[in-house]
C-alpha cells in the first residue's frame, strides 16, 4: 500500500473481492484479467506461449496509428477513491509511458458502460509512468473532497500501448453487505471496509482472505499458519467494518481436513479510535465473547456468543495452529451498550 494511503483502505479493484474487468481495447500480449489479480505479478524466464513472452499482466500489441489502449472494469463494491495505484513490475521495455484514470457512479455494479459513455469523469489526469515500479498517486483532489455518489465503475487509458501488471484502486466501500434474512448484518465483511490489522502468522495462508467473501476453493486462499513446535497458539486481529453488537459468529475450516485449528476462541473491545498498531499489546486484554470451542476438519461451524457485547474489533485465537477458511462475525450495526 502507497505510504499515503489511508491505512483503512481496501482495493476495490480485487478480483478476489468481486471486481469484474469488462471489455478492452486490446489484450494481445497478456490477458486483462490478470489486472486486477490479487498476487503479486511475477517473471518466468523462458515461459512463452502462442503470442510471444507470457507476461503476469495486461499488455497490448504495438500500436502503429495516433491511438491509444484502455480498459473498462467494475468495482467490487460502490465506493470512494484514496489512492491509486499503477504497478508496472517486470515491464521495463514494453511499459506504457503514461496512463490516466476516468471514474462513472453508475446505478448498478451490473452496468457495462461503454468506453465511450459520456458519463466517465477523470479523476487522474495522464501521468508518466516508471517501468518495473508500483506508480502511486493521489487521484483529482476535486474528487478526493468532493464525496457524491460513490463511484462504480474505472476505465484506465494507457499511451499509447503496452502492460500494466496490477491496478490497485485503494478506497472506502460505501456501505455495508444487506443483512440477511434474519436482519443481521456481516460486520467483519471486507466489502463493508472491516480489515485485518495485525497476525502472528501467515506462513501457508493471508489471514485477509478470512473476510473475503464466498469460500476459498483451495487451503492456500484461506488463512493458515505453520506447525507450532513451541508453546502458545496463533491469532489475528480484525477491525470490524462498523462496531456493533455481536450476534452469531461463523469459523469454516473447508478444505481443512489434516491441518484445523484443535479448538479456537474470539475477544473483543469497543475502541473505534485506537490505532491499529496500540491493538496488539492491548489485545491480551480484551474481554472473550467467545469461550473456548472444539473446531473439526472441513466443516462450517457456527457459534452464539458467550457475551452480549459492543465491540469494534476482535482478536481471533486458534489452538495451536492450522488453517481456516472464512471467518464471519454477524450482528446488529451501530448498537451502543
Not at 476535486?142 to 494507457?158: C, F, M, N, S, Y
Request: net charge negative; proline share 9%; charged share 25%.
Amino acid at each position: 500500500m502507497p505510504s499515503f494511503a489511508p491505512t483503512a483502505a481496501v482495493n476495490l479493484a480485487s478480483r478476489a473481492l468481486g471486481a469484474r474487468t469488462l471489455s478492452c481495447s486490446d489484450q494481445f500480449f497478456g490477458a486483462l484479467e490478470r489486472l486486477i489479480d490479487d498476487a503479486a505479478p511475477v517473471f518466468i524466464p523462458g515461459r512463452y506461449d502462442e503470442a510471444g513472452k507470457w507476461m503476469d499482466g495486461w499488455e497490448t500489441r504495438r500500436r502503429r496509428d495516433d491511438g491509444h489502449d484502455w480498459c473498462v472494469l467494475a468495482l467490487a463494491a460502490p465506493g470512494w477513491i484514496d489512492a491509486i495505484e499503477i504497478d508496472t513490475r517486470h515491464f521495463t521495455g514494453n511499459y506504457p509511458a503514461a496512463a490516466g484514470l476516468w471514474a462513472l457512479a453508475a446505478a448498478d455494479l451490473a452496468e457495462t458502460p461503454a468506453a465511450d459513455d459520456p458519463r466517465w469523469q477523470p479523476i487522474l489526469a495522464p501521468v508518466p509512468l516508471q517501468g518495473d515500479a508500483p506508480n502511486a498517486f493521489l487521484p483529482d483532489p476535486a474528487v478526493r473532497t468532493a464525496e457524491g455518489q460513490p463511484w462504480t465503475h474505472l476505465k484506465l487509458d494507457i499511451f499509447p500501448d503496452g502492460g500494466v501488471a496490477r491496478l490497485r484502486i485503494l478506497g472506502r466501500p460505501a456501505g455495508l453487505p444487506a443483512p440477511r434474512a434474519d436482519g443481521l448484518v456481516e460486520l467483519s465483511s471486507a466489502l463493508g471496509g472491516a480489515r485485518v490489522i495485525a497476525w502472528n502468522d501467515a506462513h501457508y495462508g493471508d489471514p485477509r482472505n478470512l473476510l473475503l467473501p464466498g469460500l476459498a476453493p483451495r487451503m492456500e486462499d484461506g488463512w493458515e499458519t505453520r506447525r507450532r513446535r513451541e508453546p502458545g497458539h496463533d491469532w489475528c486481529i480484525i477491525r470490524l467494518a462498523t462496531p456493533g453488537r455481536v450476534a452469531f459468529i461463523e469459523i469454516d475450516t473447508r478444505e481443512f481436513k489434516g491441518n484445523y485449528p484443535d479448538t479456537c476462541s474470539v475477544q473483543g473491545v469497543m475502541a473505534p479510535d485506537a490505532a491499529d498498531a496500540a491493538t496488539v499489546p492491548q489485545s491480551l486484554f480484551w474481554a472473550e465473547i467467545l469461550t473456548s470451542r472444539k473446531l473439526g476438519p472441513d466443516a462450517p461451524h457456527g457459534f452464539t456468543p458467550d457475551a452480549d457485547r459492543v465491540v469494534s474489533h476482535i482478536r481471533f485465537n486458534i489452538f495451536p495452529d492450522g488453517g481456516v477458511n472464512r471467518l464471519r462475525i454477524f450482528g446488529v450495526p451501530g448498537a451502543m451498550e
